[in-house]
């Protein structure tokens, strides 16, 4: 009997469990420091391989230095996690372009490889046990190819430019590319965020800033945010500050040769949030501001928004443009950020709100009525359903196309007049402060609608969500 217990022992992975401390012991860490950065995640059903849900992050703290002479990225990751189940191992989302140089569990000498952009360290961790895991790399960082057919969408995660600098953007997926992480939008955590550059560089992340300490800079976040909201660029920034409505302060970091209208449009900035407030309420977050980066597109990266330039200007790009570009990535940090969609069949939570509010300001500036409005986006939703396919089944081979912005956005139009005005924005602002830093799905929708309205809405929104025609009018 002995024997078989001796084995059977010999098998088993070391489970950590964190039992309370005995007399004289020092206390375990008191993980409830990072509650805030709890959630229940869930498996993503469009890119199952990204993402783990049997693990909630409660905090990164990312520490990071870049070399551009040697494009050498360095960091040491530290974070604090929970298992929402019994875990034979615990496995992270993370480069092969990276080197592992040493990892830690709670302290001990851990073993971990990565492979497959995944880092696994082979050590259990039961039910609702927590750890904190340390973790240091570093190497030359690299994109990945993104999952769609779009014009506007490059290779995702960090990109490294002719000059030596970074800039990132990573919906859905990418973080993986520049720190160890639980990359899914169900799994909302906390960041500290320091990153080292050499002298006369700049390195900016999301999040509002925590001081400098020589060419170090650091950011920290009291809001979770999802791994895709996340931003890093390191160049020869300038930056610029302003004061937003309630004395919100703002920063602008840009390059040389940003084009005009941009810069123009970037600096109304606070403009715009005053009116975004007045539609959906108090600005949710403690900082904003605008990091302008070599790319074709834009971001709603939280509390500082990653605004592209296009390489070659066109027509379309004049202030006009601009200012729907950037009045839509700011709705977003009602519409995405503090309220975000728990997986990725579900952009159309996100994109829908955030398009509607482009719209209503856009239409409101060019004196658009309701009825012009409507008719015009009627022709684009029956077009786009036809191309795409109704904006509540996404296609995982061609992410974010219009008809996840258009038609949720129409829908959106439909509640509206369904409801009247003052109603609708009642619900517009209670869906955002009811949920802060919540993520919401199709279902929960509908019942916040149905509860706020005293109206079932549940055959409308599905219509609209899931008809390969345009739904009619109501």
């Keep these: 009997m002995a024997l078989v217990i001796l084995l059977a022992g010999c098998t088993q992975r070391p489970t950590i469990t964190h039992p309370p401390p005995a007399a004289g012991q020092a206390p375990a860490i008191d993980y409830s ?113 993104a999952p769609t057919a779009r014009g506007d969408f490059e290779a995702l995660g960090l990109t490294i430019t002719p000059d030596g600098g970074l800039w990132t953007m990573q919906e859905p997926y990418g973080a993986f590319t520049w720190y160890p992480v639980n990359d899914q939008p169900s799994d909302k955590a906390l960041y500290d965020i320091a990153i080292t550059v050499p002298e006369g560089w700049s390195g900016v992340a999301g999040g509002t800033p925590a001081g400098q300490e020589g060419t170090k800079f650091k950011y920290t976040t009291t809001d979770p945010m999802s791994s895709y909201l996340t931003t890093l660029a390191v160049a020869k920034y300038t930056k610029e500050t302003a004061t937003g409505p309630d004395g919100l302060p703002i920063a602008y970091w840009f390059r040389p040769g940003v084009d005009d209208n941009l810069m123009k449009t970037v600096r109304n900035t606070p403009r715009y949030l005053e009116w975004l407030q007045a539609k959906f309420g108090k600005y949710p977050f403690p900082s904003a501001g605008v990091v302008i980066v070599p790319s074709v597109s834009a971001m709603e990266t939280q509390q500082l928004v990653t605004m592209g330039t296009p390489k070659a200007s066109s027509p379309s790009q004049n202030a006009p443009y601009w200012e729907g570009v950037v009045v839509h990535e700011l709705a977003h940090h009602w519409f995405g950020d503090t309220v975000t969609t728990s ?120 219509a609209w969500l899931d008809s390969p025609t345009t739904p009619p009018a109501l």
């Design 33 to 145: 420091a990072w509650k805030a950065g709890e959630s229940k995640p869930v498996a993503d059903p469009i890119y199952p391989a990204y993402g783990n849900d049997g693990i909630d992050v409660l905090h990164y703290g990312l520490d990071l230095s870049w070399v551009p002479d040697t494009k050498t990225l360095t960091g040491q990751a530290t974070l604090r996690l929970r298992a929402t189940r019994d875990l034979a191992e615990i496995k992270l989302d993370l480069s092969q372009k990276f080197q592992i140089d040493g990892i830690t569990l709670d302290g001990a000498a851990s073993a971990g490889a990565v492979a497959a952009d995944k880092l696994t360290i082979d050590k259990a961790l039961e039910e609702s046990g927590y750890a904190t895991l340390v973790v240091k790399y570093h190497g030359t960082p690299a994109p990945v190819k």
């Design 343 to 462: 997986n990725w069949n579900d952009l159309w939570l996100n994109e829908g709100w955030a398009m509607y509010a482009q719209y209503l300001f856009q239409n409101e500036r060019d004196r658009v009525g309701d009825n012009d409005f409507e008719r015009l986006l009627r022709a684009q939703d029956s077009s786009l359903r036809s191309r795409f396919g109704p904006p509540g089944k996404a296609d995982p081979k061609d992410f974010g196309r219009s008809n996840m912005y258009v038609c949720p956005a129409l829908m959106l139009h439909q509640v509206r007049k369904k409801i009247g005005d003052e109603a609708f924005f009642a619900l517009a602002k209670g869906w955002a402060a009811d949920n802060r830093n919540a993520v919401k799905d199709r279902s929960g929708f509908i019942s916040y609608l149905n509860s706020r309205t005293g109206t079932d809405f549940t055959d409308v929104v599905n």
